[in-house]
């Protein structure tokens, strides 16, 4: 027997990390369900493209039996970059290839997500379930749902991402503020609104870079795209700044003032996004933290290890945890829950630490006045 047999796991969160754990656990015999706050699986999914890296994301799907299916519905070219100045210049053309060490095949949110379900069992997944609460119950957990219902689990595994509602419960220990916040937003048929964009981005994505500034664009296969504009603030701007980012003219008056001296060729993005654009201020969790195991409650993803995303990290770091947590669990080796669990964290956590220091100084590289050089000396490396 191994530490899941005859238990009820509830997975609260259905990204990447959460499906992917499902699917693996699956696999093992465990009975798993899934908790989304989506209401169905026909939501669209926000984001940018994905990269998955071949020693976690991709090794995850592997595991999962799915890299047949990540291969037909992957992007290929999605991964080619561009580094462009505030001109809109284009002074770096990667040359990604299969063979480049570099190379990261990259998937829309949306497909990823559908190649996950289609995966599961029938109904493994439980729509409309935005978690409420967790409360004790025997030796397990009984979870309540913001429509009302509730559910028993004996293991509770919290996907739940950035905000969190199940981490309290596991640790006390809170992220700090990385000193940059995202303004993100969306364009659609960009072929026909952003024509100039649209060329310059050639089917991948660009990172233009200025005075401490990042604007980060990225293609998807509907024929839309995400950006994501990376300034240094305080860390409570998104809240006080006075700008209402639902109303047309104060955001072209925002991204005015801020890219004063940027080419106005940028300007047709933020004239075409879909309003309102989202603020994100840039959290990361300190790289020494640590806690005690629990018998019956465990988490991962941005929920255990939240980072900037600037290291490209995010996704990757969920579907390893996945992959390592599936296999502590299901492993005989391990007499309980709370053996298998400790042994998950500790690696996890060491994992994560190593990635996080990465990230945060990828992050200030990226918002340095040295940023082009230090993102063009990067590329140079991996040719």
């Not at 492993?331 to 690696?347: G, S």
Request: charged fraction near 20%; hydrophobic fraction near 40%.
């Amino acid at each position: 027997m191994n530490p899941t047999t005859n238990k009820k796991i509830a997975i609260v969160g259905g990204g990447p990390g959460g499906l992917t754990l499902a699917r693996l656990l699956q696999q093992k015999g465990a009975t798993v369900t899934v908790y989304e706050r989506d209401v169905n699986q026909h939501v669209r999914v926000q984001g940018a493209t994905l990269d998955l890296h071949h020693d976690s994301g991709l090794l995850a799907l592997q595991e999962a039996g799915l890299i047949d299916a990540f291969k037909a519905a992957h992007r290929p070219g999605a991964d080619r970059t561009r580094i462009v100045e505030k001109t809109g210049t284009v002074i770096f053309d990667d040359n990604f290839n299969d063979s480049n060490d570099l190379f990261r095949p990259e998937i829309d949110r949306g497909p990823l997500r559908k190649l996950l379900l289609d995966s599961l069992q029938p109904d493994t997944v439980v729509w409309d379930s935005q978690f409420v609460s967790l409360t004790p119950y025997g030796n397990g957990w009984l979870l309540d749902f913001k429509n009302g219902s509730s559910a028993f689990a004996d293991l509770v595994i919290a996907a739940d991402g950035a905000n969190s509602k199940i981490r309290p419960l596991i640790t006390p220990i809170k992220p700090f503020y990385s000193g940059v916040t995202i303004v993100e937003g969306s364009v659609y048929n960009t072929e026909t609104t952003v024509s100039s964009i649209h060329t310059l981005l050639n089917g991948g994505k660009i990172f233009a870079l200025d005075n401490e500034k990042t604007l980060i664009v990225s293609s998807k296969g509907d024929g839309s795209l995400v950006f994501y504009t990376g300034c240094k603030t305080d860390e409570f701007w998104f809240r006080d700044n006075g700008i209402d980012f639902s109303d047309r003219a104060q955001v072209i008056n925002w991204f005015k003032e801020t890219f004063s001296d940027w080419d106005a060729c940028w300007l047709e993005l933020i004239e075409n996004a879909r309003l309102p654009l989202t603020l994100r201020p840039q959290y990361c969790m300190p790289v020494d933290q640590t806690w005690e195991a629990l018998p019956n409650l465990t988490l991962l993803g941005d929920a255990a290890h939240l980072m900037p995303p600037y290291a490209g990290e995010g996704v990757n770091m969920a579907m390893l945890d996945a992959l390592e947590l599936s296999k502590c669990l299901t492993n005989e080796a391990y007499t309980n829950t709370q053996t298998a669990i400790a042994a998950y964290e500790n690696q996890m956590r060491t994992r994560a630490s190593e990635i996080a220091r990465l990230t945060l100084a990828q992050t200030d590289s990226l918002h340095s006045s040295d940023a082009i050089s230090n993102l063009l000396e990067l590329f140079n490396q991996t040719e």
